[in-house]
């Protein structure tokens, strides 16, 4: 077949393809086919966080000449040609945080963790240091028996860097190895984004120096970090957060160059950390076009050579829920899934009870870790995803969607330079406000159930034991979780159970038989529970039953749910045979127009649809029914 041919066979089955999508939108709205634009299928278009619209299908129309291979310039492709393909990226696992490990501080049983965890899959240590995890003194015997040029080691340590990193660098220099350009070190200098992620730091002088020394060292060592999953627990989009990301990379470099350092080894200086979502195309795509975009900065700079910096994924912890916390494993697994598909060097996956202080109740640390780490594996040596460099490369949809976010990150970053640089943007504010817009946008979407949470604010569980106030406790981390605002709802739940043995209830009110109200009281009974209410569901009742139940039940609120049909001829009578009752408040699962024309008493207080603010109906109920803030 000629191109012209395959060309026009494929003109052909997109044209056929509009047709079909043309005839299921005009039926679903209905409408008829001509009143649809001309290409019916972009009624169907989604747009992200970052303004970028992602089409329903993508077709050869679409396609990108293909890019440079992997380890050569501009980088979206991975930066290491040579990566073991048997191994595939790096598993890192974090130890040493006196929060979650049960070493407590105890180098020797820290040693004995570490080892256990790389003898079981670990590739790579995070390890924090100091005040928040092992004395820097205790390094040497917390990493006895570490082959450090086999696996790579980030050491958090935050104020406590310079201590950590000369402890570190003594036992280097006394240990025998023989390839120690192998070993592969990363100082976790932090000084321009703790401020924002709420964690101490070094002030940049000090920063400077660990540089210097970093540099005339014979190992590989990095000694800043640009932890872009700051902006991200902020909420902010991929883009910002690639963009504020290569913003606060192209900062560093500039207080190194300004500092004495060249420009290659200033940016050989530099690794990033992003986050890694359940949203597993964007994930792919922000690892990809973080890559193109800070190769596009090193390219101007003068050094394109220089510009593939090491990518470390980290799962998010904004969007790990409280509630149901076994569903953090699908996340979690989503998420890495995302970020090694998308090339990061080394992901670590976050233990599925993490949004908990101290983890869930009746789960051992040791289990939580060992899942995060099996999570991997599993991806690594049973579905074999390593085995191939960019395996998303060709992909219509993959490629399109790196170009659109590294388009909008480049465009963001642009913005920050614009303001005067990184540090200008955060010093203004317009960086954080920026960021707090998308955040604003994307609570919205979840109070309206625009955006789903499994678990929190769709298919929760009541049944669930209930935490404690030290469980959900805040410590002080700026990590605005997704789920946040039902959560709180829930413990106000939790709260009133604690007081009276049993949660806030409603009594449905459902008229007709079980297929006609089934719909509506699954709903309702799905929307009040997760602000933490029980539906107690009485089966199917006539208006003259409904005041036995009422008694039954001794409601104070009352939702009443059926068919619009239904609704006609029964809702305002059953409306006031509950009043008449004694109940207070009365909603109806369905939309308002149904009321059209009637006021007065008949008229239910509010009504229940899918479109309503979840927040802001459940906050309400919990008032009514004495559920205490």
Known sequence: MSIASHEDAARSAHAAWQKSVAGVLAKSRRVEVADLPADPEHLLDSTTYDGITV??????FDERPEGPLPGQFPYVRGRDPHRDVNAGWKVCTRHGSTARDAADGDASVLNTQILDSLSNGTSALWLAVGGHGVDPAVLPEALRGVFLELAPLTIDAREDVSAAAASLFSILDSADIDDRAAVDIRLGVSTLTAQLGGTATIEMTEALELVHESIGRAETVRAITVDGT????????????????????????RSMTNAGVGITDALRQIEFRFAATDDQFQTIAKFRAARTLWARVAQVCGSPDAGDAPQHAVTSEAMMSQRDPWVNMLRTTLASFGAGVGGADSVTVLPFDAALNGGAAGVSKTFAARIARNTQLLLLEEAHLG???????????????????????????????????FRAAVDDGSLVAAIEKTRAERDSDIAHRLTPLTGVNEFPNLAEAPLSPEQTAQQGSAVHRYGRAFEALRDRSDAFLAEHDSRPTVLLIPLGSVAEHNVRTTFASNLLASGGIEAVNPGPLTVDGIAGSIGTSRASVAVVCGTDKRYADEASTAVDAARAAGVSRVLLAGPEKIFA????????????????????????LLDTLGASK
Request: glycine residues 12%; aromatic residues 10%.
């Open 387 to 421: 085995r191939v460099l960019d395996p998303g490369a060709g992909s219509w949809y993959i490629e399109e969607l790196t170009a659109a976010v590294a388009a909008k990150a480049w465009e963001f970053f642009q913005t920050v330079e614009a303001s005067g640089g």
């Open 597 to 620: 024309g009637i006021e007065g008493t008949s008229r239910p207080d509010g009504f229940l649809t899918a479109k309503v603010d979840a927040i802001a109906v459940l906050t309400e």
């Open 55 to 60: 089409s329903p299908l993508y077709t050869a």
């Open 230 to 253: 700051v902006f991200h627990n902020l909420g902010a989009g991929d883009a910002q957060e690639l963009g504020a990301s290569i913003a606060a990379g192209l900062e560093y470099v």
